[in-house]
């Protein structure tokens, strides 16, 4: 093999391992972590402050309060899946598939409660006491009418009241 | 057999369909193989006919399906789940795809007709290899079938009583981008199996040369096509209907769409230098393979749940293992042929210099495939993260434009850089003169936009938050060198062209894009790509805002409440009405727009909720489309352009939602968007579109245009039809874009509120044989439907608001309080009918409002066009037969006779020769 081809691999794989490398610290860097509401509860909350998360569950029937504040929609749900609750905060238009039992993926960060209370007084609504954070919610993604359903047998993951 | 067990013979004919057809494809396999190892000819045929035969059977099942839904064949569960009685025909059709067992199927019949085509083209050229092309495509068959028949066949039954009623396809999905854009994508993903069935067949028997590229090509140009049409009408789709004015969030599905685009896109471009330099062959052969696993990549992601997505949550753990098996299987099979043939691919030619055309093809490539490798990387980090640590991470929008952003600008810039570069090497003479001109008007534009749009010289963050760019006026500045660079290329051709033929301009234009199809067809889709980009840019200017207004201005006691400004327009909520139907309740906000002043437009952002679906609601946004100076008469550009705003002078979308509402109170929540330059999004891709069919015009027709037997008729008919092909062509993408973009509400005549007893179609009727009601039958909607319905029977909001606004403008009232019109004599009647029209005309700046012109000239005016264009038809057409003339003049009087065919290799060559030397 000559320098010239050992050269060009050589530089290849730089270039390649360079990139690949800056992608994989930045995008870990910027990334938002993804959590199921049982999985969330079960961990550390105060070790995810300051990072962004997806949080998934299911909307519990009742829960949705909406208000507008500011010219703008305000709304709290609880966020359940397998028996846990987390309540969520968000603003602005809602997704059209948001609704009672509508499986939803919060996008924002854990804030403590208290940071909370003032809006969730204002939604007509009290704070759980034993949850000290909350989701303060920038975007909410709720299921699309779905072209594909899941294979029945996943759906055994769902919550018993929803089967 | 249980009695009571529902028998469908359509199911029963579907099935053993899918069957036959799966007995079938596996003998292509097995005979593919042997016949080309063998060297059978028999076997080889055998294949052959197996895949005609396969692809009728295919055909027989799609069109059985088809014929279950049209026919309400509850018994059939897959028809029973996606499809109802009351849904239109065209929705009953769209249902064939519009759940996972039937777009299995339709990928299925999609590629079966392909399949046939690309085997009864290449047949014979390619006898040695073509039973290892049947045997990969039906390999691809086989997967598919499998899915289908043991766990999705779209024929299975109810076991036990069937529903009378189906449940129908979501609401969401009705409407007419249901029927356009899943075909495209299907088609786009299918396409580029062809491509990667003929280099696994030129591997598998060792014929490496360039034949089989030049079979593969134009299918891997159908696979860009098809691509580019499927992503942007999703993105057009996802503006119209999701209503949070966006039309990209590098959602996976889109992602999945768009990572073999890159490398498709990638392949056009290497095989020219395959074809050109006999270098990369081994890298086109990756490219090929690549290509086809995204897009069998791109399924299994949407389908399986592996990625969370705005379109499904739904998981499918068989399904998965079932498509990583087969994605595993395809990448051992092709990287083993590739090292088994690795010494027959390499090449002797190298790469002469970095400033050649080689170099920047190549350049082009590796930032393709690293759009395609980012991308992909990037959606499916949940999943990798998932697998090292236990924790799903993902990355948002913001990141993906911060990385993707610059490596986008940097293929801007090879868009335009490449085609003045010159093969092997470019000398600094040649660099010069090909780029002094293009960097002139790059620099006069940058130079321009900072001094008249100081807004274009924000920063924005590319690859972290810590390198800021005037990324908006770069990308500015980008667009005009690509548009001066390709306005340059053209231009010299001409030259060159009249210079060779002695023709006019125009007939030099056509003649010179026709005779080089690949590169000036290439230029055109380079044009749109910096017209895409420049409507790109507009995002960064997009504005938002949510009001809420306590009570609209018909029961508001203070109307100022009701309105608010917003940018350079005033919104003024007049009403919030409540309709409904068979099929739903709609909750509709009538809000009038004024720019500066004037109205621009009064739109119905509404809320619908279907009673079907377990009460399933959707988001009708209202768009206004500005479309900048080229909206406004030549005396009004002066006062636009005065006005420094780039969306001013480029347009803009007025975008209006209603978010949210209280039907007691009258209160409505609207969000308002103003998107600079969206429309050029989609005018970008119009040109794309027609460069990519440029394109594809196969030579034969470009022959049949050119031979010399044919009669002057003839000729210059066939030169018509193929303008009005293209046209007809763009005309109907550019419809579909008008009718969906048109000056008025999203929601489209026909299609609101049901019978004329219900919803928009009962709003302000006139009392029968008034002047109002004269003037509605006489005025045109101007929603922009294709049914050009007057006034008084369009069923469409539109119309209800003009009818409103005919019943005010005829019971005006003077200061004394006195009607403006005597509505009481049939004069006064008279007088206030032609007032009405003689408002509307004005107000619509012409006569297109009126169902019957009234002066001469308007009847005038459209024929003055046709002759005009049949004129310009004929002259062109003329010529062209001139020149076919004077070719079988030149071959009667000898070899000496000058060539100015242009089918004529020489002439081709002489071409390329002056192109070069003007270069």
């Known amino acids: 093999m000559d320098n010239s081809t050992l050269g060009k691999i050589v530089l290849t794989v730089a270039v390649a391992v360079g990139g690949v490398g800056f992608l994989v610290k930045s995008s870990i860097s910027s990334a938002q972590h993804y959590k199921m509401v049982d999985d969330l509860l079960a961990s550390d909350l105060s070790s995810w402050q300051g990072k962004e998360l997806k949080v998934h569950g299911w909307v519990e029937s009742g829960s949705i309060h909406e208000s507008i504040v500011n010219q703008e929609t305000h709304r709290t749900f609880l966020l359940q899946k397998g028996g846990k609750k987390i309540r969520v905060f968000s603003a602005g238009p809602k997704p059209d598939t948001f609704k009672d039992q509508s499986e939803v993926v919060a996008t924002g960060h854990l804030v403590p409660a208290g940071q909370m209370k003032q809006l969730a007084e204002s939604l007509g609504v009290a704070i759980e006491s034993d949850i000290p954070y909350v989701v303060d919610s920038t975007e909410l993604m709720a299921k699309c009418p779905s072209k594909y359903d899941g294979a029945s047998i996943n759906q055994k993951q769902l919550a018993p009241e929803f089967k | ?919």
């Open chain 2, 1 to 919: 057999m249980n009695p009571q067990t529902p028998f469908s013979p359509i199911a029963l004919v579907g099935t053993i369909a899918l069957l036959s057809a799966y007995g079938l494809a596996a003998w292509c396999v097995a005979a593919g193989i042997a016949g080309n190892a063998r060297k059978s000819r028999r076997l080889v045929n055998s294949s052959v006919y197996g895949l005609y035969g396969f692809a009728a059977l295919i055909t027989l099942a799609s069109v059985l399906l088809i014929y279950a839904f049209v026919t309400h064949d509850f018994t059939i569960k897959y028809v029973a789940s996606v499809s109802d009685t009351t849904m239109e025909t065209w929705y009953k059709v769209t249902s064939f795809w519009g759940g996972l067992d039937g777009s299995l199927l339709f990928w299925v019949f999609v590629l079966s007709l392909f399949s046939a085509v690309a085997i009864v083209v290449n047949h014979r050229r390619h006898r040695d290899m073509i039973g290892f092309v049947v045997a990969t495509i039906m390999v691809v068959q086989v997967f598919f079938l499998s899915l289908l028949i043991f766990t999705k066949n779209p024929f299975a039954t109810f076991l036990t009583t069937p529903p009378v009623e189906g449940k129908g396809l979501n609401p969401l999905l009705q409407n007419y981008w249901m029927v356009i854009h899943p075909p495209s994508l299907y088609t786009g993903f299918v396409a580029a199996t062809i491509p990667f069935a003929f280099g696994i067949g030129a591997l598998a028997s060792g014929r490496l040369d360039d034949l089989w590229l030049g079979s593969v090509r134009v299918w891997m140009l159908i696979c860009f096509g098809f691509l580019s049409l499927g992503l942007i009408l999703g993105g057009r789709w996802a503006y119209e209907e999701l209503g949070w004015g966006g039309y990209w969030a590098w959602d996976p599905v889109e992602n999945a769409a768009l990572m073999p685009w890159f490398t498709a896109t990638a392949f056009l471009h290497s095989a020219i230098i395959q074809e050109q330099r006999g270098m990369m062959k081994r890298w086109n052969l990756v490219l090929v393979i690549v290509t086809f696993f995204l897009t069998i990549f791109g399924t299994f992601m949407t389908r399986s749940g592996i990625v969370q997505s705005v379109h499904a949550f739904g998981e499918d753990n068989v399904l998965a293992l079932q498509f990583v098996a087969f994605l595993a299987l395809i990448l051992v099979v092709s990287l083993g042929l590739l090292v088994y043939r690795s010494n027959k691919l390499s090449s002797k030619m190298q790469f002469d210099s970095f400033i050649s055309r080689e170099f920047a093809f190549l350049l082009n490539n590796w930032i393709l495939l690293g759009c395609a490798f980012v991308v992909m990387f990037l959606t499916m980090l949940p999943t990798i993260s998932e697998a090292f640590d236990g924790s799903r991470m993902s990355v948002g929008a913001e990141y993906f434009n911060k990385i993707m952003t610059p490596l986008g600008l940097i293929l801007l810039v090879l868009s335009g850089a490449a085609p003045l570069l010159a093969w092997r090497k470019t000398t600094r003479e040649r660099l010069t003169a090909q780029f002094v001109i293009p960097f002139a008007v790059m620099g006069v534009t940058i130079i321009g936009f900072v001094i008249w749009y100081p807004e274009s010289k924000h920063m924005s963050a590319i690859f972290s938050d810590t390198l800021q760019l005037p990324i908006s006026l770069i990308n500015f500045g980008l667009c005009a060198f690509v548009i001066g660079s390709i306005g340059q290329e053209y231009w010299r051709g001409l030259i060159v062209r009249r210079r060779q033929t002695g023709s006019d301009p125009f007939a030099s234009l056509i003649g010179l894009v026709l005779s080089k199809r690949r590169k000036y067809g290439g230029y055109i889709i380079h044009l749109g790509i910096a017209v895409l980009f420049f409507g790109f840019a507009g995002k960064a200017y997009e504005r938002m805002i949510d009001r809420t207004i306590e009570k609209p201005a018909a029961l508001a006691t203070d109307k100022s409440q009701a309105k608010f400004t917003f940018g350079e327009y005033e919104f003024v909520y007049q009403r919030l009405i409540h309709t409904s139907d068979d099929h739903k309740d709609a909750v509709t906000a009538e809000v009038a727009i004024y720019h500066h002043g004037s109205l621009i437009n009064t739109v119905y952002p509404a809320k619908w909720d279907y009673h079907k679906g377990e009460g399933q609601a959707t988001t009708e946004v209202a768009i206004t489309v500005r479309g900048g100076v080229f909206q406004e008469l030549p005396t009004e550009w002066p006062a636009t352009l005065g006005r420094h705003l780039l969306s001013e002078a480029y347009g803009e979308d007025v975008y209006v939602v209603l978010t949210g509402y209280d039907l007691e109170s009258g209160l409505a929540n609207l969000r308002i968007y103003l998107n600079p330059l969206i429309l050029w999004v989609w005018v970008g891709f119009l040109i794309l579109a027609f460069g990519t069919l440029v394109c594809l015009i196969p030579q034969s027709a470009v022959d049949r245009l050119s031979r010399p037997r044919t009669t002057r008729l003839g000729r210059a008919g066939e030169l018509a039809v193929l303008i009005l092909v293209v046209g007809g062509v763009l005309a109907g993408l550019a419809s579909q874009a008008q009718a969906a973009s048109a000056p008025a509400e999203h929601v489209q005549a026909g299609m609101g509120m049901g019978a004329d007893s219900t919803g928009f179609a009962a709003m302000n009727r006139p009392t029968p044989g008034s002047a109002e009601e004269r003037a509605m039958k006489e005025l045109l909607c101007v929603c922009g439907c294709a049914a050009r319905e007057s006034i008084f029977d369009c069923k469409c909001g539109t119309a209800a608001q003009l009818r409103r606004e005919i019943m005010d403008y005829l019971g005006q009232v003077d200061e004394k309080g006195q009607p403006v019109f005597d509505l009481k004599t049939q004069a006064g009647r008279d007088t206030a009918y032609e007032a009405v029209l003689d408002y509307f005309v004005k107000s619509y700046k012409g006569e297109q409002v009126l169902a019957t012109p009234r002066t001469k000239f308007s009847w005038l005016l459209p024929s003055l066009a046709v002759i005009g264009s049949l004129g310009l038809l004929v002259v062109a057409g003329r010529r062209w037969v001139g020149r076919g003339a004077q070719v079988a003049t030149a071959g009667a009087a000898g070899p000496a006779g000058p060539v100015v065919s242009p089918e004529d290799d020489a002439y081709t060559d002489k071409l390329d020769d002056e192109l070069a030397d003007s270069d």
